[in-house]
């Protein structure tokens, strides 16, 4: 199975799509895709379907949405003559799977062939899908943001700036952009949003450490404007507009910043802003390079 959620929604199994396009069987696979492997309880799958109101058949409508996404799983397992078992329930339309613990459940390596209730089991409290040991970008994004923070915490910062690169490119868009998010996903999308916010920010720290400043100016002018009260990107693009010799231009986003966080936030820019900017001010075009380090690029900390 190869999920994809940093972008649009994308589940495939044996490069086949199982990914639906109704609205609702979407989310159901959106919110298992994101917890592959893993148990998510019903409670959860109805929250994100119709919020704190569900309807009196909510469970039974989920479970139809279930069947939904099995039907598509059987259809692609199909697609490897290893996989061509009957995935159809029993006369009774009973799911047969609901009642199995996972102690008795094969694992797919051990099975000669997989059914759809095998991929999308059935468990006491709520469902799973299983990936099979397939590809995650959610999973390999967290591999990568975590050996580049492990870099930068060494002071490799060739090796943290390259790994934290290949963590953000797996990012095609804002997660899950084409799947409209009830209660649950929408606080997993600000969770993953957060984890990127936070990798960008320490792969540019790198970059920055790599006297890369003229580099980063075109993508650090889309940043700030993207990110109004964002303090850490703005000291950044402060920090690589003085070392390109365009004090003016750094010491300007610190004024539209600080406009900004009063205005909107009714705050004023933290010490650490305020001490870049002081240094800004009382140094020449090339003498920030050393105080820079101290002053500015330790505000991915703040």
Known sequence: MKIDVLGALSVRVNGVSITPTAPKPRQVLA???LHADQVVPVAALIEEL?????????????QTYVLQL????????????????DTADGPDGADRSEQAAPSERTAPSERAERTAKDVLV?????????????????REFDRLAGSGYRAMDAGDFPTAARL????????????FADVHGGAQLDMEILRLEETRLCALDQRIEAELRL????????????????YRTHENLHGQFML????????GEALDVYQ?????????????????LRRLQRSILMAGPDSLAAAGEADGERLVRI
């Open 50 to 62: 119709w919020g704190e109101e569900p309807p009196r058949s909510a469970r039974t409508t989920l």
């Open 240 to 247: 690589a507009l003085h070392r390109s010799g365009r004090r």
């Open 70 to 85: 099995r039907a598509l799983i059987a259809t692609a397992l199909e697609a490897d003559p290893a996989n061509r078992a």
């Open 31 to 33: 919110l298992l895709a």
């Open 164 to 175: 934290l690169r290949e963590a953000l490119s797996l990012w095609s868009g804002s997660a």
């Open 211 to 226: 006297g890369r400043h003229r580099e980063l100016l075109a993508e650090l002018t889309v940043l700030a404007s993207r």
């Open 256 to 272: 539209r910043l600080r406009a900004t966080l009063v205005r909107e936030l009714g705050l004023e820019p933290s010490a650490a």
């Open 122 to 138: 059935t468990l006491p409290g709520g469902y799973l899908l299983d990936s099979g040991g397939g590809t995650h970008d959610v």
